[in-house]
């Protein structure tokens, strides 16, 4: 059973950088692309981006293209997030997901309904 983690979150003042980790144990993450969602108070789940079992496809939410970069590091099990000049609307709580796929292909997806794994989140708070 694979289980995630996350953690780097954090109280940030606006346009300031965060790297949120996830990081993964009970099974290697090399067949799994992984999805980056976020909950703000009081509304929906949202997709973030995701990142493709390759690390070689990525793709964002129009509301973080730009700002956000999603990257994997295998020796480590880890997916990071790293979000820059980040803004008060980007307050919620970060989870990284995972869905089975195939080692080293470009299958990347963000969608909540799609993945099989998830893990229970990290608040960010970008606040003055």
């Known amino acids: 059973q694979l289980q995630l983690k996350e953690s780097g979150g954090g109280l940030v003042q606006p346009g300031g950088s965060l790297r949120l980790s996830c990081v993964a144990s009970g099974l290697t993450l090399d067949r799994y692309a992984i999805g980056w969602f976020r909950q703000a108070p009081g509304k929906e789940r949202e997709g973030v981006g995701c990142?493709?079992?390759?690390?070689?496809?990525?793709s964002y939410a129009d509301s973080v293209k730009g700002r956000f970069t999603i990257s994997r590091d295998g020796a480590k099990n880890t997916v990071y997030l790293q979000m820059n000049n980040l803004k008060p609307e980007d307050t919620a709580v970060y989870y990284c997901?995972?869905?089975?796929?195939?080692?080293?292909?470009?299958?990347?997806?963000?969608?909540?309904?799609?993945?099989?794994?998830w893990g229970k989140g990290t608040l960010v708070t970008v606040s003055s």
């Open positions: 990142i493709s079992s390759s690390g070689g496809n990525t």
């Open positions: 997901a995972a869905v089975e796929t195939m080692i080293g292909n470009d299958f990347c997806i963000y969608i909540d309904y799609g993945m099989d794994y």
